[in-house]
């Protein structure tokens, strides 16, 4: 078993930053990646951007490219997600997941079926 925290998120005005965290704790030897998704309201959720647990593969929804950047602490077993230039369309609740599996290429990455925890979700509003 694994479980996620997340935390950091907020209300902000467009064009300001935030920093969410995502703690893991349990079985973390077993995850082989970490993903952040988002769901807006009436939306579904959407992937952002993960990472594989050596850090040397990321991926990035074009939508977040270039204003978002996911980081990780393996001492702390911990996933950030660092937005900058927020806009009032990043507004969701965004989620941290987990992959015990072995991801291949964005498809895998991006996509929801392969997580195999999730947790409960960190709200981020950016007013305009």
């Known amino acids: 078993q694994v479980q996620l925290v997340e935390s950091g998120g907020g209300l902000v005005q467009a064009g300001g930053s935030l920093r969410l965290s995502c703690a893991a704790s349990g079985r973390t030897s077993s995850i082989y990646a970490m993903g952040w998704f988002r769901q807006a309201p009436g939306k579904e959720r959407e992937f952002v951007v993960a990472?594989?647990?050596?850090?040397?593969?990321?991926y990035y929804a074009d939508s977040v490219k270039g204003r978002f950047t996911i980081s990780r602490d393996n001492a702390k077993n911990t996933v950030y997600l660092q937005m900058y230039s927020l806009k009032p369309e990043d507004t969701a609740v965004y989620y941290c997941?987990?992959?015990?599996?072995?991801?291949?290429?964005?498809?895998?990455?991006?996509?929801?079926?392969?997580?195999?925890?999730w947790g409960q979700g960190t709200q981020v509003t950016v007013s305009s």
């Open positions: 990472i594989n647990w050596s850090g040397r593969t990321t």
């Open positions: 997941a987990a992959a015990l599996g072995r991801l291949r290429g964005y498809s895998n990455y991006a996509n929801t079926f392969p997580y195999d925890y």
